[in-house]
Structures are given as C-alpha cells and as structure tokens.
C-alpha cells in the first residue's frame, strides 16, 4: 500500500481535476489486460493467472485499472482465482476494487489466502473497505472482527471503522459502540466516526457522479480536500472509479472510490487509501 512503486504510477493516472470521464490509459500494462479480457474459458484463467504471479504485486494500481474497466469480462476468472494461493490476495483485490456484492461475500466466506509474510491478513483491508452494503450476517461479523482488531492490523481496523462510518446504519452505529469500548487505541476515530453517523448524513447515492463523489470526499476527508480526479469507467459505463485528493501534515494521499449505477443512480460501493507520499506544505511567503 505505500511503496514508493505506487507514487509514479497513481500521480500519472489522476489526470486534469475536470468532471468528464477519462479514457482507460493506453499504456503497456491496459493492453496486456485488454488481450487477456477477449480471451475465454481456461485460456483466459491461465494467461489472468501467469499475469497476477508475475508483475501484479509491483504495479498493482496500473492493473488494478485495467482489470476494473474490463471487468465485465475478468470477474469469473477472477472469482476462480480466489482459490489459487499464489494470487489469491490479488484476486481478492482487484474484485474487492470492482465492489460486487456477491464476489464480496464470496471472499467473507473463504478462508484466508495463504502468507508467507509480514501482515498476511492486509487482504481484509481491500474487503473492509468495500462492504459499505452488507447484508449476510457473516458479512456483519466480518466488519466486526475488523473494528476489534481481530487481524492485528491497523489498516485493517481504521478500514472497518470507515466503512461503519460510511454505512450509517442503526446497527453499523452499534458495532462501532462495541469498537469503542475494546479497540481503545482506535477511540479518537471511532468517536468521529459515531459523530457522523449521529449527524443523520444523506445517503451517498445520487444521478450526478462527480457531485457524489465531492460528498464522498467530505465525508472521508482527511486534512484538506485537494479535489477530485475526472471518473474512470468501466467497459460498459456502469461502474466507475474517483480519486480523492488529500493533504494532512507531511502526507499527501488519493482515496480511489468505487461507484455503482443502479436504476439510474450513482451508489458508493467503497472507499480506500491507494496511495500515501510524503508532501511537506508549501510555506506561503508573506508579503512585503
């Protein structure tokens, strides 16, 4: 989530701060993606999983890009993929990015993909961050655990707390009571995220997309709100991606948020941190 791979390619994908929706990047990575997506059946699977073990882990933003605006055609395969160990955190990701309701709760219900390293459970992060519509009680209990700290990750927590926040729901205000109460590092977040749930907030869904995503930006905003990106969408123009642009103390951040038509309405189907650089303040000089 914070290696230095990330700055370059993030900055060179948030384009001009307009409100039109940009093209996918015509770039190396998006026609790798492009000449997979065509592909069917096994064929398919078997060149999305040589792609995902070979470069995905260095330039997962580029990809993630590519296999969300073709993921008409990706999500079985990338489905199929949850059960393969070497890829199956990247698959988690890129389908927890894309935000379906069933892929999400596909993955709560799997066990966790096999780590060999430090922070093996960042994966619930992705997942945590998009359950912002949870409807099993499985889905519920995930968020919980989340909130608690139950994967000893603090990405993961601050995660849950988010998408508790974001939900704004008599029961997701009552699990972040329990937060609050067992996860006391967390207090000072929870506590702001119990304020704005109790502020009675308006649903984030709404016909205009970059009118949505300037509220979204309110409502996770860190620091100061530098703007927005221009939507990425996908193939069919129903699914689409933001970047929110922030600056607190010595960091510079994008939150990529996911969003959803249905019915004719814009939805937000999750929220998270793609990108963290250090970007001191420019001191302003006073005048003479």
Same mark, same amino acid.
């Given at each position: 989530m914070r290696s230095h791979?990330?700055?370059?390619?993030?900055? $060179?994908?948030?384009?001009? =701060?307009? /409100?039109? %929706?940009?093209?996918?990047?015509?770039?190396?990575?998006?026609?790798?993606?492009? *000449?997979?997506?065509?592909?069917?059946g096994q064929s398919q699977l078997e060149e999305l999983d040589a792609l995902l073990e070979r470069s995905f882990r260095l330039e997962r933003n580029e990809y993630s890009l590519a296999m969300f605006h073709y993921e008409g055609r990706l999500r079985p395969a990338l489905r199929a993929l949850l059960w393969d160990s070497e890829v !199956?955190?990247?698959? #988690?990701?890129?389908?927890?990015?894309i935000g379906v309701a069933e892929d999400l709760r596909l993955i709560v219900q799997l066990?966790?993909?096999?780590?060999?390293r430090l922070f093996a459970d960042r994966w619930a992060y992705g997942v945590a961050c998009a359950l912002l519509h949870p409807e099993s009680e499985a889905e519920w209990a995930f968020l919980r655990n989340c909130a608690? +700290? %139950?994967?000893?990750?603090?990405?993961?927590? !601050?995660? %849950?707390i988010q998408s508790l926040r974001l939900i704004a729901s008599p029961q997701?205000?009552?699990?972040? @009571?329990?937060?609050?109460?067992?996860?006391?590092?967390?207090?000072?977040? @929870?506590?702001? &995220?119990? &304020?704005?749930?109790?502020?009675?907030? %308006?649903?984030?869904? $709404?016909?205009?997309l970059d009118e949505l995503a300037q509220?979204?930006?309110? !409502?996770? *905003?860190i620091g100061d709100w530098e703007g +927005?990106? &221009?939507?990425?969408?996908? *193939?069919? $123009?129903?699914?689409?991606?933001?970047?929110?642009? =922030?600056?607190?103390?010595f960091d510079g951040l994008v939150y990529t948020a996911t969003f959803h038509k249905v019915q004719g309405?814009? /939805?937000?189907?999750?929220? #998270?941190? /793609?990108?963290?650089?250090?970007?001191?303040?420019?001191?302003? *000089?006073? #005048?003479?």
């Open positions: 791979q990330w700055v370059a390619l993030v900055i $060179g994908l948030l384009g001009t =701060l307009d /409100t039109r %929706a940009q093209p996918l990047p015509t770039d190396a990575q998006s026609e790798e993606v492009r *000449k997979i997506a065509v592909l069917d !199956a955190k990247d698959a #988690r990701w890129v389908l927890s990015l066990a966790p993909p096999a780590q060999r608690l +700290n %139950a994967y000893d990750d603090r990405w993961v927590d !601050a995660a %849950a997701s205000q009552e699990l972040l @009571i329990v937060a609050r109460d067992r996860n006391q590092s967390r207090r000072g977040l @929870i506590e702001r &995220a119990l &304020a704005y749930v109790q502020s009675n907030p %308006a649903a984030l869904v $709404g016909q205009n509220r979204v930006a309110q !409502a996770v *905003k +927005n990106s &221009a939507p990425i969408l996908n *193939k069919e $123009g129903d699914k689409a991606l933001v970047n929110i642009q =922030l600056h607190s103390g309405l814009w /939805t937000l189907r999750g929220v #998270r941190e /793609t990108l963290q650089m250090f970007a001191p303040p420019v001191p302003v *000089k006073p #005048r003479q």
